[in-house]
């Protein structure tokens, strides 16, 4: 058997429909090295787990499967979501580790062989992962590539923050950032852009502009599902967590959320902290300043609302600054 060098972390809920897709194009990677598959449900109900079983007794020596049951764990699918992720990590050994959401699925049998090249290569030694462009699949079968940029090249921490994305089913990272990870910190919260942005303070993101997997439009997502206002929260959780991830990337961070600063501004009255109590509650004990004042914005002083006011007025200069004078 080839040495097993890159484990694939693949997420499910709910999603049989989506697993021979998700898994198939695992198995048919093209390398010269193994692959390692770690599966993670997150307690289905449907028939996920059992099309995973069928998989697993078809490669027991490439697939694994845990499972979290339903009763275990937080309510809130975005916090389990996060928890389903980190507990993958406790089974990786090999060099490399890339995360899968279930519904998505790879397009190119030589992405993984490609990317652990560009890992491998020494000139690359600064750089921490390998990522790539991914194509939008919509229900009515338009494709669309996730993003615009067609240059090739590292990007570092400061860059990629004020400009790029890369989602993180396309992002080869290296396993030893996985001893960084402080299990507790990040333990609601380890999700794509918070995933992207912890990695990025050990070393660069090599990109590649090719499109080499497909990210599923459901509609049935956790942030293509859910209530507006809630789902401006949980992204204000990410800016406070980013905040207390590295803080040398402040100004950095409101560039990147300013779009979230300027929404949930603008439907300020609609916030309702009886609805959001859940949300409350991680906001004060994961000491996430901002998510906080904003859930109980309805029932704060007129200082403290003022205090909001101006925050939204420095974020918008800083958005203002970083058109005009950091465009490289």
Not at 56 to 68: F, G, N, S, T
Not at 116 to 138: E, F, K, Q, R, T
Request: hydrophobic share 35%; with cysteine.
């Amino acid at each position: 058997m080839e040495k097993q060098r890159v484990s694939v972390l693949v997420t499910f809920y709910n999603q049989e429909e989506y697993v021979d897709k998700a898994i198939e194009s695992i198995i048919s990677q093209k390398t010269s090295f193994g692959v390692h598959i770690i599966v993670g449900d997150d307690g289905s109900s449907d028939g996920t787990r059992d099309a995973v079983i069928r998989w697993a007794d078809k490669y027991p020596d490439r697939i694994e499967l845990h499972v979290w049951d339903r009763d275990a764990g937080p309510v809130d699918n975005g916090f389990r979501a996060s928890k389903n992720r980190l507990n993958l990590l406790r089974f990786v050994k090999t060099e490399y580790f890339i995360f899968l959401d279930g519904d998505d699925y790879y397009s190119f049998d030589g992405k993984l062989q490609m990317q652990a090249d560009v890992l491998d290569d020494p000139a690359n030694s600064d750089c921490i992962a390998c990522g790539h462009n991914i194509d939008m699949l919509y229900k009515d079968g338009r494709i669309e590539p996730a993003m615009t940029y067609s240059v090739e090249g590292k990007l570092d921490a400061k860059r990629y923050w004020r400009k790029y994305y890369i989602h993180t089913d396309t992002l080869m990272i290296r396993s030893s950032v996985i001893s960084h990870i402080d299990k507790e910190f990040p333990d609601n919260h380890f999700d794509d852009v918070v995933i992207t942005f912890f990695v990025l303070g050990y070393g660069k993101i090599y990109y590649l502009p090719e499109s080499w997997a497909v990210y599923v439009q459901t509609g049935n997502g956790l942030w293509t599902s859910g209530d507006t206002v809630v789902n401006l929260i949980r992204s204000m959780m990410m800016f406070d967590v980013c905040n207390a991830i590295n803080p040398r990337l402040s100004v950095e961070n409101q560039v990147r959320f300013s779009h979230i600063w300027k929404e949930i501004y603008r439907l300020r009255k609609r916030i309702d902290p009886d609805t959001l109590k859940p949300y409350a509650d991680e906001a004060k004990s994961g000491n996430l300043k901002y998510t906080d004042k904003w859930i109980h914005y309805t029932e704060s002083g007129l200082f403290d609302r003022i205090g909001l006011v101006f925050k939204c007025f420095g974020v918008k200069i800083n958005k203002f600054f970083d058109r005009f004078y950091f465009r490289t």
